[in-house]
Protein backbone atom coordinates (compact mmCIF):
# COMPACT_ATOMS: atom_id res chain seq x y z
CA UNK A 1 0.00 0.00 0.00
CA UNK A 2 1.13 3.28 -0.95
CA UNK A 3 1.71 6.07 1.94
CA UNK A 4 3.41 9.33 1.46
CA UNK A 5 5.00 10.67 4.96
CA UNK A 6 5.79 14.52 5.37
CA UNK A 7 8.28 15.62 7.72
CA UNK A 8 10.17 18.62 8.69
CA UNK A 9 7.21 21.09 9.38
CA UNK A 10 7.39 23.28 13.05
CA UNK A 11 7.47 26.99 14.27
CA UNK A 12 9.94 29.74 12.51
CA UNK A 13 10.44 33.32 12.84
CA UNK A 14 9.94 35.32 10.17
CA UNK A 15 12.57 35.30 8.10
CA UNK A 16 13.63 31.72 8.96
CA UNK A 17 14.03 28.50 6.70
CA UNK A 18 12.54 25.04 7.14
CA UNK A 19 13.10 22.13 4.57
CA UNK A 20 10.02 19.75 3.94
CA UNK A 21 10.78 16.19 2.77
CA UNK A 22 7.81 13.42 1.79
CA UNK A 23 9.07 10.06 1.15
CA UNK A 24 6.98 7.59 -0.16
CA UNK A 25 6.98 3.73 0.41
CA UNK A 26 4.97 1.37 -1.86
CA UNK A 27 5.61 1.72 -5.36
CA UNK A 28 4.19 4.43 -7.61
CA UNK A 29 4.73 3.00 -11.17
CA UNK A 30 4.87 6.14 -13.90
CA UNK A 31 5.22 9.39 -12.21
CA UNK A 32 3.70 12.27 -13.75
CA UNK A 33 4.42 14.89 -11.37
CA UNK A 34 5.37 15.32 -7.34
CA UNK A 35 4.17 18.47 -5.55
CA UNK A 36 3.40 20.62 -2.29
CA UNK A 37 -0.15 22.33 -1.54
CA UNK A 38 -0.61 23.87 1.15
CA UNK A 39 -3.81 24.89 3.09
CA UNK A 40 -4.11 27.39 5.83
CA UNK A 41 -7.01 27.77 8.24
CA UNK A 42 -10.58 28.60 6.13
CA UNK A 43 -8.78 28.70 2.96
CA UNK A 44 -8.55 26.28 0.16
CA UNK A 45 -6.33 24.52 -0.28
CA UNK A 46 -3.68 26.18 -2.84
CA UNK A 47 -0.60 24.80 -5.13
CA UNK A 48 3.13 25.82 -3.90
CA UNK A 49 4.93 23.97 -6.32
CA UNK A 50 5.17 20.73 -8.28
CA UNK A 51 7.89 19.17 -10.08
CA UNK A 52 7.58 17.02 -12.96
CA UNK A 53 9.46 13.51 -14.46
CA UNK A 54 11.10 15.31 -16.56
CA UNK A 55 12.47 18.18 -13.68
CA UNK A 56 10.48 20.99 -15.01
CA UNK A 57 9.48 22.87 -11.90
CA UNK A 58 6.34 25.43 -11.08
CA UNK A 59 5.31 27.61 -8.47
CA UNK A 60 2.50 29.82 -6.77
CA UNK A 61 3.72 33.55 -7.65
CA UNK A 62 3.78 34.71 -3.70
CA UNK A 63 6.63 31.93 -3.14
CA UNK A 64 8.90 32.10 -6.02
CA UNK A 65 12.31 33.26 -5.34
CA UNK A 66 11.59 31.93 -2.01
CA UNK A 67 10.80 28.50 -1.69
CA UNK A 68 12.57 25.37 -3.72
CA UNK A 69 11.06 21.75 -4.79
CA UNK A 70 13.59 19.26 -5.61
CA UNK A 71 13.12 15.28 -5.80
CA UNK A 72 15.20 12.76 -5.52
CA UNK A 73 14.49 9.98 -7.43
CA UNK A 74 16.35 7.00 -5.54
CA UNK A 75 14.79 8.01 -2.43
CA UNK A 76 11.28 8.26 -3.59
CA UNK A 77 11.50 11.54 -1.64
CA UNK A 78 10.20 14.98 -2.68
CA UNK A 79 11.47 17.87 -0.88
CA UNK A 80 10.61 21.09 -0.41
CA UNK A 81 13.02 24.04 1.00
CA UNK A 82 11.66 27.13 2.04
CA UNK A 83 13.75 30.44 2.95
CA UNK A 84 12.51 34.22 3.87
CA UNK A 85 9.24 32.64 5.19
CA UNK A 86 6.49 35.13 5.90
CA UNK A 87 3.53 34.82 8.26
CA UNK A 88 1.62 34.57 5.32
CA UNK A 89 3.33 31.25 4.98
CA UNK A 90 1.67 29.53 7.11
CA UNK A 91 -0.35 26.45 6.76
CA UNK A 92 -0.96 22.65 6.60
CA UNK A 93 1.54 21.41 3.73
CA UNK A 94 0.45 18.40 2.15
CA UNK A 95 2.78 16.44 -0.47
CA UNK A 96 1.47 14.61 -3.89
CA UNK A 97 1.97 12.51 -6.43
CA UNK A 98 0.46 11.76 -9.41
CA UNK A 99 0.22 9.13 -12.04
CA UNK A 100 -1.98 8.23 -15.11
CA UNK A 101 -4.77 6.54 -12.53
CA UNK A 102 -4.62 9.36 -9.18
CA UNK A 103 -3.15 11.38 -6.94
CA UNK A 104 -1.61 10.35 -3.47
CA UNK A 105 -1.66 12.57 -0.56
CA UNK A 106 0.60 12.66 2.76
CA UNK A 107 -1.45 13.59 5.68
CA UNK A 108 -0.04 17.10 6.09
CA UNK A 109 2.60 18.65 8.36
CA UNK A 110 2.15 21.98 9.99
CA UNK A 111 4.30 25.11 9.60
CA UNK A 112 3.90 28.01 11.29
CA UNK A 113 5.18 31.29 10.94
CA UNK A 114 5.64 33.73 13.57
CA UNK A 115 5.94 37.59 13.42
Known amino acids: QVQLVESGGGLVQAGGSLRLSCATS????????MGWYRQAPGMQRELVAT???????NYRNSVKGRFTISRDNAKNTVYLLMNSLKPEDTAVYYC?????????WGQGTQVTVSS
Open 51 to 57: ITSGDTT
Open 96 to 104: AVTNALKTY
Open 26 to 33: GTIFSIIV
